[in-house]
């Protein structure tokens, strides 16, 4: 029963990634049809991550209460909503609306789904979960460049992408006698510990692991949206191969948390976590010394390579790191500081970029690295200290 569970698990986080690419391959259409700057994407797209960061913050009351179970099937159902909502939009004031409950549910769901697999499964199957993601992810784009293809506009695209999130929202609540007969659930549910914000932010070893996923997103986020940029001022490409190449990064997360899930057969969740460093050094060093396409898009692949796996794996050790009751308030946390991160870094690269030019690109990348990689190394100091303490008392 777990593992059909887990299947559910999986289609559920697919859901999760289906809008986070969606509004950048359907702006170019929606800018034009409404008559806004294409400088308002960040309007729907910050209001969109703000909501996100609150749910996040918010969410261990809301799993305490309803479950992670009926936390699952409403954010679904919100999503689903949201999408709907936009696809009869006809002016940018409710697309701004809509972004609100879009964000609420990605919020929820994502603390609530990360927090149950990392305490029930291992990390196989978690670096597996965020493979869906990347499923999802890579899937709407499709969907809304038919809908374009076929001359059904982009409200024509969010209403395909919205059937199919609604069919994710059903079987969400399909599942909710399955999830009723995995006992373990109800028994982690009840000895969750809700911590409030200002006691967790008072510890400096939960201030080194927000660090963590904040450099994990600000990596992310300043790839994603600013990769082809540089791709095509900085190093030479056409604008239309710029946006095709950057579709690396994507191939390379994926890749990533595929192959993470099976080298954590031989591997331990901190051996995975630094090899990805290591390549993600590697790609900032191609990066820095070669303005060349090949290398350029070589770098942005190694980058979602090393990445990718990161985040999984992180979240899988975030039970160990700290108490499990509550870990769930800390995931929630880290959540909030990830979409933090995906909010605002791009802006402040954006403002770099003005100042210094799009070449500044690489220099930027090695910024976050170092952010992720200093507070990865704190984290994994003080719980090596951690543990020979526990092992010297237990032998006293």
Same mark, same amino acid.
């Given at each position: 029963?777990?593992?059909?569970?887990l299947?559910?698990?999986?289609l559920?986080?697919?859901?999760l990634?289906?809008?986070?690419s969606?509004?950048?391959?359907?702006?170019p259409?929606?800018?034009g049809?409404?008559?806004v700057p294409?400088?308002?994407?960040?309007?729907?797209?910050?209001?969109?991550?703000?909501?996100?960061v609150l749910?996040s913050l918010?969410?261990?009351?809301i799993?305490?209460?309803l479950?992670?179970a009926?936390?699952?099937?409403?954010?679904n159902?919100?999503t689903?909503?949201?999408?709907?909502?936009?696809s009869?939009?006809?002016?940018f004031?409710w697309l701004?609306?809509?972004?609100i409950? &879009?964000?609420?549910?990605a919020?929820?769901i994502d %603390?609530?789904?990360?927090?149950?697999?990392?305490?029930?499964?291992n990390a196989?199957?978690?670096?597996? &979960?965020?493979?869906?993601y990347?499923?999802?992810v890579?899937?709407s784009?499709?969907?809304?460049?038919?809908?374009?293809s076929?001359?059904?506009?982009?409200?024509g695209g969010?209403r395909t992408v919205?059937?199919?999130?609604l069919g994710?929202?059903?079987?969400?609540?399909?599942s909710?006698?399955i999830?009723?007969?995995?006992?373990t659930?109800q028994?982690?549910?009840e000895? %969750? &510990?809700v911590?409030?914000l !200002?006691q967790m932010?008072k510890?400096?070893?939960?201030?080194a692991?927000?660090?963590v996923?904040a450099?994990?997103?600000?990596l992310?986020? !300043?790839?994603?949206?600013?990769g082809?940029?540089?791709?095509?001022?900085?190093?030479g490409l056409?604008?239309e191969?710029?946006a095709?190449?950057?579709t690396?990064?994507f191939?390379?997360m994926?890749?990533?948390r595929?192959?993470?899930g099976?080298?954590?057969l031989k591997?331990s969740?901190w051996?995975?976590?630094?090899?990805g460093?290591?390549?993600i050094?590697?790609?900032?060093v191609?990066?820095?010394?070669?303005?060349?396409p090949?290398?350029s898009?070589l770098?942005?692949?190694?980058?979602g390579l090393g990445?990718?796996?990161?985040f999984?794996n992180?979240?899988?050790? %975030?039970?160990?790191?700290?108490q499990?009751?509550?870990s769930q308030?800390?995931?929630?946390v880290e959540?909030?500081?990830s979409?933090?991160?995906?909010?605002? %870094?791009?802006?402040?690269?954006?403002?770099?970029s003005?100042l210094?030019?799009?070449?500044?690109f690489?220099v930027?990348l090695?910024?976050m690295?170092?952010?992720?990689?200093g507070?990865?190394?704190?984290l994994?100091t003080?719980?090596a200290?951690?543990r020979?303490n526990k092992?010297?008392?237990?032998?006293s």
């Amino acid at each position: 029963m777990a593992t059909l569970l887990l299947c559910f698990i999986y289609l559920f986080y697919i859901g999760l990634g289906i809008p986070d690419s969606l509004l950048g391959s359907a702006w170019p259409a929606i800018y034009g049809d409404l008559h806004v700057p294409v400088s308002y994407v960040s309007l729907i797209s910050a209001t969109v991550s703000s909501c996100t960061v609150l749910s996040s913050l918010f969410s261990t009351r809301i799993i305490a209460a309803l479950g992670t179970a009926k936390v699952s099937a409403f954010s679904n159902a919100l999503t689903a909503a949201a999408l709907l909502g936009f696809s009869c939009s006809n002016h940018f004031l409710w697309l701004c609306v809509c972004a609100i409950p &879009l964000g609420i549910g990605a919020g929820s769901i994502d %603390t609530a789904l990360n927090h149950y697999v990392a305490l029930h499964y291992n990390a196989m199957q978690m670096s597996f &979960l965020h493979c869906f993601y990347g499923i999802g992810v890579s899937l709407s784009p499709y969907l809304m460049s038919l809908a374009l293809s076929e001359e059904m506009n982009w409200r024509g695209g969010y209403r395909t992408v919205f059937y199919l999130q609604l069919g994710i929202a059903v079987l969400s609540f399909l599942s909710l006698p399955i999830w009723k007969s995995v006992k373990t659930t109800q028994q982690k549910q009840e000895d %969750t &510990l809700v911590l409030p914000l !200002t006691q967790m932010l008072k510890r400096k070893k939960i201030w080194a692991s927000c660090g963590v996923f904040a450099g994990i997103s600000a990596l992310e986020s !300043t790839c994603l949206i600013w990769g082809s940029t540089y791709l095509w001022e900085s190093v030479g490409l056409s604008a239309e191969m710029a946006a095709a190449m950057i579709t690396f990064y994507f191939v390379g997360m994926t890749l990533g948390r595929f192959l993470s899930g099976i080298l954590s057969l031989k591997l331990s969740d901190w051996q995975i976590v630094f090899t990805g460093q290591i390549f993600i050094f590697l790609a900032v060093v191609i990066l820095l010394s070669s303005r060349y396409p090949i290398p350029s898009v070589l770098g942005l692949f190694l980058i979602g390579l090393g990445n990718g796996p990161i985040f999984p794996n992180m979240t899988h050790l %975030t039970p160990a790191l700290y108490q499990k009751k509550a870990s769930q308030s800390i995931i929630g946390v880290e959540m909030a500081f990830s979409n933090l991160s995906i909010m605002l %870094t791009p802006v402040l690269f954006g403002i770099l970029s003005n100042l210094m030019g799009p070449g500044i690109f690489p220099v930027f990348l090695l910024v976050m690295f170092m952010l992720m990689s200093g507070c990865t190394i704190i984290l994994k100091t003080g719980d090596a200290y951690s543990r020979k303490n526990k092992k010297a008392q237990a032998l006293s």
